[in-house]
């Protein structure tokens, strides 16, 4: 009898062993479900996040449909230079525009009536635009951009929302969420988005 009863305790021990195991893997598993989420949310939040491109604004650089991957983090290091592609929020909705920067801050901008850009008093000869500007909006006359401001346009500039409405304006860095840098697809077109530059 005193056998049998050995056995049934280390019987219960051994089920009461499971059911720890059983719980440990359990905990285990939660807190790396746990860290991966973290780490999920720090990426996004701070790092990167991938989007996907509405509209023609951007046309040809980029079309209706692409999916990006925009660099959060490089904008808390560095300022935004001319001709980088941005995003930033519309007045402050769930709505993110995404545009090139072609003003930076405490420069003069300015189009005249046949579609040039002037920064500074100097014509500004770039390679990046769809068509010429038809529409010079605000920038008809010539804005000063304060210290931490940014004139931006779309590469379809005649279908693009951009500084030269009011609704939009000038960018504010603060407001930059960061830099539309790769293309994820269409994968024939997948990597780096070209950035344009000026003319030489």
């Given amino acids: 009898m005193g056998q049998e009863v050995a056995e049934k305790v280390k019987k219960r021990r051994k089920d009461d062993d499971k059911d720890v195991n059983i719980v440990k893997e359990l905990l285990s598993l939660i807190i ?3 860290v991966v989420i ?3 949310f720090l990426i996004i939040t701070f790092v990167g996040q991938r989007t996907t491109v509405h509209g023609t604004s951007m046309y040809p650089t980029l079309e209706n449909g692409d999916n990006i991957w925009i660099d ?3 904008y808390h290091f560095t300022d935004p230079k001319r001709f980088d592609i941005i995003v930033f929020p519309y007045q402050g909705d769930n709505v993110y525009y995404i545009k090139r920067v ?3 801050p405490g420069e003069k901008v300015y189009i ?3 579609g ?3 920064i500074n008093g100097e014509k500004l000869d770039e390679d990046y635009g769809y068509e010429v500007i038809r529409e010079n909006g605000l920038a008809a006359e010539e804005i000063t951009l304060g210290d931490d401001e940014y004139f931006v346009l779309g590469d379809n500039r005649n279908v693009s929302r951009d500084s030269r409405s009011a609704d939009v304006g000038n960018i ?3 407001d930059i969420i960061g830099q539309a840098k790769y ?3 269409p994968i024939k077109k997948f990597g780096k988005i070209d950035k344009g530059h000026e003319k030489k």
């Fill in 72 to 74: 959060k983090l490089k």
């Fill in 38 to 40: 973290l780490i999920c």
């Fill in 112 to 114: 005249d009536d046949a």
């Fill in 172 to 174: 504010k860095k603060a």
């Fill in 32 to 34: 790396y479900v746990g």
């Fill in 183 to 185: 293309r994820l697809s």
């Fill in 116 to 118: 040039n850009i002037f």
């Fill in 102 to 104: 072609i003003g930076l």
